[in-house]
């Protein structure tokens, strides 16, 4: 199925910014950043261009966990950083999940009040997301009674959000080609009898992220009913001077942010 | 409100404590018993524009989110409810709901001390969506300013915004 181009006569209009490889707490640090921006506008009632922003990453192995942590957190952190990735605790829905170079992880900062303001909704969309642009490289994919977007019996997509006054971080991680033995050291999202698949062996084609952000991207524009734009330069310095205020970023963190252009086409410039 | 029903349920009975409202219970049907009862619970409970409701009995205010948060949640698997002792302020994040990965914050209504919080709904979070107004009341606060609540929704200004935000 052809995904038709994004219709440049939708109302709404999300910014986006690849920021490429990055750690964590880093990516982490700039969603609240945004969260911040787009909740304050609400609460000002500057309700156009108040639809949100939507962040893409690459990171380095990483573990993370939602708010129903079990009792013995620390001890599977632990575990799971001799293995040589990091670990975090977050605010997010869903339980244990891995994150690693290879795998399309989203973090749409989305103002849900000019969208649907049901979190059932918005998770519903993410997985049509996703589902579509499986369709556009020839895969059938779907939802099941567990959140997040399958082919059979094996996760493609693992979805998390959090929602506060209907600003929404966190997101979705598609693996493309990354590593999948990363998750054979965790019950991914707490779910023991399923496994997990990439886009790459699903599809029997050589994937990368390069192919698919474009795709994800055209998906988004069609299932939200949105137009997507560039993250405007200014915004973006903007961050990175706020990072470099708190002392959360490095100077060549500071110029991957400020310079990567990477993957994205014309049509989003 | 489940409180208020049952009272008037037993009085067939009639605790000793009711026995001098004997006159005015009998002269009633079971029927507008209820609607008097409800009327009044209605009465005290108000809302905020967040979807969470406030029922207060004296300066002890019982906090949960209402029917149409439930619903736009979808099925909640966690609470993460405040801890009793904890000190609110007004609209703080105090803590979350989980439903189908998605966690939303939980917003105190009003300011106070937790003096309880709900177990039954931490074991079993779907109280929350099949009763939000009853069993699925999530903590009790003791209120610290009482005007506070002058300033929330009542029903039909909660109905309204619920119209006018186009749900």
Redesign the interface.
Known sequence: MKIPPPSQNFHRSVSVWFVGFLQYQTAYRIQKYLANLHGMANSLNEGQSNDGTILIVEHAPVYTTGIRTSNDVESEGKKLKALGAEFYRTNRGGLTTFHGPGQLVVYPVLNLKNFNKSMKWYICKLEETIIQLCKSFGVEAGQSSNTGVWVKNEKLCAIGVHGSRYITTHGLALNVNNDLTWFSHIVPCGIPDKGVTSLSQVSGKQLTIANVINPFLESFSHEFECQIKMLPFKVREDIVNHLKKERLISSATEEQLLKNKAFISKQYS | MAVCVSVFHKCRRLPSTLLNLRPLVLSLNAQSTRTFCSTNALAARKYTE?HEWVDVQGTIGTVGVTDYAQ????DV??A?LPEPDSELNQMD?CG?L????????LYSPVSGTVTEKNKDVEETPALINQSPYEKGWLFKIKLSKLEELDALLDEAGYENHLKN?G?
């Open positions: 967040q619903g736009a949640l979808g698997v966690f993460q994040d979350a989980e439903s189908v990965k998605a966690a939303s914050e935000t749900h």
